[in-house]
């Protein structure tokens, strides 16, 4: 612990929180982060960049009337600066910027309070703020806000955002022309010359160290002379949309890191907030710690990462924090705290209740079943049930909630269809809460594993000239690039045909249903096939094929059964999905799930085929990721 108290600094159009480890110089009233001084080092910011290209909080967004994901980029600058705290054990300064009629279509209508606090003893700083839409306010989209640090790229060369995820990295300048190749679109980068010869022939695409939120608690940079970490910690992801399997950048080349809040990534428009004409909003996005560490001289500066992550652990335990002046960021004493056991019923694998091993359990907004995962304006507080399926949400703010769960292992989406009214301070059991997941009949057979991802599928290795090194021998092969052009190299004139009981879906199965390229370089559609024995055939029900899907990207299923060439298919799905996790080397995106009934006199005795076809053929991203797939026989009766 430093024995110096904290100190604020006014040095001209700037302000300085100090408290004898660190510095941390902001402009004002901008609030933009300039200079971080620690460990002898000036400043771990970028230099050669303008002061307002260097630590911010920005956000993208549109008119009410546009669709998409695209807006207008904007770094929020505060107009009016204020210390909202100042003692020897804290500092709080405040940097707002206001909103009013004349910054219609200029601004977005939002007022925005950020915030920056710094502890004594602590090192490193924290940063949250307060958006505000007041009533009378007119109409807009919010595509995306963040949190960005811009680092010394003469500095600060290892990445790390796992324990299997971290590595030496290429240079900003490596991404550039001549040195750079972009490929199939821009944030691909084929190094053909780089600086450091080492990376020469590799792939570099931010998207390759994408994360779950509920995976992305702590990631940075390591500068190895001096040894000296940059680190930035979320310890609770109620603040993030999406929920726990929403995904978002962390770290990329520049060396840039990022604290993602909102984003339309790997979800598309579906997760973008729409906010109309007099819709009173207010969200707290944060507290994020930045953390600074170094190593002692002669240590290896790699295991700054392993100090980071216990870091990571104290913050995440020491949440909600007690120290944000802010009225709007509740404290312990004013959430509540909720627990419960989940238990799983389906009658055709147990004659007993199931506990609901490794549910994620969560509050969210009222809504539909499932709904928590395109919800995106409000708060959401997720846990894990344990192996015998008890749960305990805690930190919820006040307010109205419905519970959602999914189960690893089952389909489907559970809702308590009972509203929560959490108050302040309060403690409430719900009991043994019961999900009786999609079940008509009995599992005649089933492709996958029910847990929305398409990971145990069959993932090849990738093409050789596009390569990035982390990923080779590596269990995420899916986040090389390119692997959506490895299905036509290994189906070149027919589509992949999986046969029950002889295939083997980890190395049968393709992990993503993508367009097929002709060659007039148009894209097609494709149909996959699923063949099958029937001893007999069951003539006074109906069975039912049960289709999880892990992700769509601007596609259509259609299923036929035993006829591949029939106009109407027996189920079409319209066109579904924006997540684009083919091309952003994600495993999965938006779940969804579909029921299809297959009328007995489609079928006979013997061979049976069912026809998946992804009939959309634009792109080469198009295209859907299986989760499961199940064929249930009509129910005993």
Request: a negative charge; glycine letters at 8%; hydrophobic letters at 35%.
């Amino acid at each position: 612990m430093s024995p110096l108290g904290v100190q604020l600094l006014a040095q001209g159009r700037h302000v300085v929180m100090d408290n004898g480890i660190l510095k941390v110089t902001l402009s004002n009233p901008e609030g933009i982060v300039t200079g971080i001084e620690y460990n002898g080092i000036n400043n771990l910011l970028e230099v050669s960049n303008d002061e307002s290209n260097r630590g911010y909080w920005d956000l993208v967004w549109s008119s009410p009337t546009s669709t998409g994901t695209a807006g207008a980029f904007d770094v929020i600058k505060g107009t009016t600066f204020s210390v909202i705290v100042e003692n020897e054990e804290q500092v709080e300064l405040s940097f707002k910027r206001t909103w009013d009629a004349t910054l219609e279509g200029k601004q977005v209508p939002l007022n925005i309070d950020k915030r920056f606090i710094m502890c004594r003893g602590l090192s490193g700083f924290y940063s949250y703020a307060i958006y505000e839409h007041l009533g009378e306010w007119p109409a807009f989209n919010l595509d995306e806000t963040r949190i960005t640090f811009k680092l010394r790229k003469d500095k600060f060369h290892y990445m790390a955002m796992a324990d299997n995820r971290q590595r030496n990295m290429p240079l900003p300048d490596d991404r550039s022309p001549p040195r750079g190749q972009p490929l199939a679109y821009p944030e691909a980068v084929l190094l053909v010359n780089p600086i450091e010869t080492e990376f020469k022939g590799e792939v570099d695409d931010k998207y390759q160290y994408s994360c779950d939120n509920k995976d992305s608690s702590v990631h940075g940079w390591i500068c190895m002379d001096p040894g000296v970490g940059f680190w930035l910690i979320t310890p609770s992801n109620e603040f993030r949309s999406g929920g726990p399997v929403k995904q978002n950048l962390t770290s990329h080349v520049g060396p840039t890191t990022l604290a993602v809040f909102l984003s339309a990534h790997y979800s598309g428009e579906d997760l973008v907030p729409k906010f109309k004409a007099g819709e009173p909003w207010k969200k707290v996005f944060g507290p994020v710690f930045i953390y600074l560490n170094s190593a002692f001289y002669g240590d290896n500066p790699l295991t700054l990462w392993n100090d980071a992550k216990l870091q990571m652990l104290i913050e995440v335990q020491s949440w909600p924090y007690s120290f944000p002046a802010s009225a709007d960021f509740p404290k312990w004493e004013e959430r509540g705290y909720v627990s419960g056991r989940l238990l799983v019923r389906d009658r055709y694998i147990s004659d007993d209740y199931i506990p609901a091993k490794g549910a994620y359990v969560g509050f969210a907004p009222p809504g539909d079943v499932g709904s928590w995962q395109r919800e995106c304006k409000n708060y959401q507080f997720w846990s894990r049930a344990d192996d015998d399926g008890y749960f305990s949400v805690a930190n919820i703010h006040a307010g109205d909630y419905n519970i959602y769960a999914w189960v690893p292992g089952f389909i489907g989406d559970y809702r308590y269809d009972v509203v929560i009214t959490i108050t302040e301070g309060s403690y409430i059991d719900v009991g043994e809460l019961v999900y009786e997941p999609p079940r008509d009949g009995p599992t005649l057979w089933e492709i996958g594993i029910p847990d929305r991802s398409a990971a145990e599928f069959y993932v090849p290795d990738p093409n050789p000239r596009y390569i990035n090194k982390l990923y080779v021998d590596h269990p995420d092969k899916f986040r090389q690039y390119g692997q959506w052009e490895r299905y036509a190299e290994l189906y070149p004139d027919k589509d992949l045909v999986y046969t029950v009981g002889a295939s083997d879906y980890t190395k049968d199965w393709f992990f993503a249903q993508v367009t097929r390229k002709k060659d007039d370089k148009t894209y097609q559609g494709t149909t996959w096939q699923i063949k099958f024995t029937l001893d007999k055939v069951d003539k006074k029900g109906t069975y039912i094929l049960r289709v999880a899907l892990a992700s769509a990207t601007a596609s259509e299923l259609q299923v036929r059964v035993n006829n591949p060439n029939a106009n109407r298919p027996l189920f079409s799905s319209g066109l579904i999905g924006k997540d684009n996790s083919i091309a952003r080397h994600g495993i999965h995106g938006l779940y969804w799930l579909y029921s299809v009934n297959i009328p007995n006199t489609l079928l006979v005795e013997g061979d049976n085929t069912i026809f998946l076809t992804q009939s959309r053929g634009n792109s080469p991203f198009q295209g859907i990721m299986y989760d499961y797939i199940r064929l249930e026989c009509p129910p005993n009766v």
